[in-house]
């Protein structure tokens, strides 16, 4: 709420979200942060067999794709539902694989994320990300070679997961609402202009009586329209 000495301009807020989205592209792949909508993640490869988890779920919501041309180093991430936590799995006895890959390669319709046995566990993964009809289609495996607990997964997949480039929000103001207060038997008058340069003042509405309370009026706040200032005058 805004308030000039005894004149009140309360704001009335609309949520708007256009299917428009700041990103750029490189050879097809656009970055972004992007909203499972389905597939399949898979634990495996131990005495424990194979564990199928359908997704979207709370720790595999989303995944961000980083495609910047200037680096000329792709990266890719999944996250939970929070959009900050990275999606990651135990390995034995005391490790942990994050996934999020990077130094991907750019090719015209994908991007491929490939790493050889390496570290201590010896991990590896193999991930392409694919331009899909509306967004990404993901599919790859993390394994670890040395693994040193027989109940313990090994290796893990991700398989026909379809992420969608999410729409970019933005704050749409649809109506202001002019409040001030007022005395009993005194009538007032709402104005506006669009500038703090002129003089010249359009009536909003007609005259309204005051009753010793709290007097408001609305306005339609009309898209791509100038600014405007509003004032309210006792009438004579």
């Not at 509306?134 to 313990?152: E, H, K, N, P, V």
């Amino acid at each position: 709420m805004i308030k000039l000495k005894n004149r009140m301009v309360r704001w009335v807020v609309t949520f708007a979200i256009l299917s428009t989205s700041s990103v750029f592209a490189q050879s097809g792949v656009a970055s972004g942060l992007y909203q499972i909508v389905s597939g399949t993640f898979t634990e495996c490869c131990s005495l424990l067999g194979e564990n199928r988890y359908s997704l979207p779920n709370e720790s595999q919501t989303f995944v961000s794709l980083a495609n910047d041309p200037q680096s000329g180093l792709p990266a890719m991430t999944f996250l939970s539902r929070d959009m900050q936590t990275v999606f990651g799995v135990s390995l034995c006895p005391t490790g942990a694989a994050n996934f999020s890959f990077g130094d991907g390669m750019v090719f015209p319709d994908r991007i491929v994320f490939h790493v050889d046995p390496g570290g201590p566990y010896q991990l590896s993964w193999n991930y392409t990300a694919t331009n899909s009809p509306d967004g990404l289609q993901i599919d790859g495996t993390l394994g670890a070679l040395r693994m040193l607990c027989a109940d313990s997964y090994d290796r893990f997949s991700h398989t026909n997961v379809v992420a969608v480039l999410m729409p970019s929000p933005t704050i749409r103001v649809s109506e202001v609402e002019i409040c001030w207060n007022t005395s009993s038997n005194r009538t007032y008058q709402t104005q506006y202009r669009s500038s703090l340069t002129t003089n010249n003042w359009t009536d909003l509405g007609p005259p309204q009586v005051g009753n010793g309370s709290t007097n408001c009026i609305t306005d339609k706040v009309v898209l791509e329209q100038p600014r405007r200032f509003y004032r309210v005058l006792v009438v004579p």
